[in-house]
């Protein structure tokens, strides 16, 4: 008996949040209101407000859910690889495969890049989302053997994932034919990428060492 109501309780709130997510993408993320979200998914404004305090909440929802559903498959990658290259290639790849349906949504939430901001990917409230990203990168560098000088090895993880989210930056709003041009920059920066690791350790370079060292730690603190 009480499974039924929270089954009902759950569907209304599934409902609610496709119904926002489909305004999201239709009309952007700013113009759409929650009367328009309740109208949509035909619940009453106050039921909206139930479910979700604000439109925020939904996209944090939308996030969240997100973040649950490629792990396993990131987890899955990450064991299958041998390489740091297909270890990186296969994590950032099954992302904009994975988000492409939302693709013109994650182009209006563009706008909220700013830390102080909830939805912002670096801010506070989305830091267990960002957390759980950057240990796929860490494992990918640990599972792959990356040795670089003990001062910079441990912003590598947060270097790779700025470098995703930059190259998902550039897929949102790019408008060539199946996004060629995003597939091309990945593919090369990523050779980019890899070629500098692979010569960061050698002698003629160690006089860089410290002057990056310098800049990660003004950069992290």
């Given at each position: ?14 409902r ?13 993320f ?32 939308f ?23 297909s ?21 209006a ?5 700013d ?8 801010s ?7 957390e759980q ?7 990918a ?36 034919p ?42 992290y603190g």
């Open positions: 008996m009480r499974s039924q109501p929270l089954k009902k309780s759950e569907e209304t709130r599934t609610i949040l496709e119904a926002a997510l489909d305004l999201f993408r239709e009309n952007g700013e113009p759409t209101t929650m009367r328009q979200i309740a109208a949509h998914a035909g619940v009453a404004v106050g039921a909206a407000y139930y479910y979700f305090e604000s439109k925020e909440a939904i996209v944090m929802t996030y969240q859910r997100a973040q649950q559903e490629i792990n396993p498959a990131l987890i899955a990658l990450l064991d299958a690889s041998d390489s740091l290259e270890r990186l290639r296969g994590l950032i790849q099954f992302k904009l495969t994975y988000f492409l349906p939302n693709r013109k949504l994650l182009g939430l563009t706008a909220h890049t830390p102080a901001h909830p939805l912002s990917p670096f506070e409230d989305t830091r267990p989302i960002r990203d950057l240990a796929a990168f860490e494992r560098m640990h599972d792959s053997k990356v040795k670089l000088p003990r001062t910079i090895q441990p912003y590598l993880p947060r270097l790779l994932w700025l470098y995703q989210m930059g190259l998902i930056l550039f897929w949102v709003y790019d408008h060539s199946n996004q060629q041009r995003t597939a091309i920059l990945f593919d090369r920066t990523l050779k980019m990428i890899l070629l500098t690791l692979k010569l960061a350790n050698l002698p003629i370079f160690r006089p860089l060492h410290r002057i990056a060292t310098e800049l990660l730690e003004t950069i």
